[in-house]
């Protein structure tokens, strides 16, 4: 948060798809901590991508698990 010295984390969903890919570039270059979600997580580019948390999720993931991918998120 603003009052933190810590970067804002910003979580994107989709973030191996198209727009996904774009807004994570843009956060990164932007100074955020990013946790991309992505339904192949493979899929992400690990040398654009460094030091982003890449989780597995989709819509058949649980409740638990989506609501768990949010914590921190500001």
């Known amino acids: 948060g ?31 901590r990013v946790r991309a979600l992505a339904r192949d997580p493979e899929a992400a580019d690990p040398e654009a991508w460094a030091g982003v948390e890449v989780r597995r999720i989709d819509m058949h993931s649980s409740v638990q698990a989506m609501v768990e991918a949010m914590d921190g998120a500001d």
Do not use: E
């Not at 198209?18 to 270059?29: C, D, E, T």
């Open 2 to 32: 603003p009052m933190s010295s810590a970067p804002d984390l910003a979580v994107v969903w989709g973030a191996t798809g198209y727009v996904g890919r774009q807004l994570v570039r843009a956060l990164i270059a932007s100074g955020w």
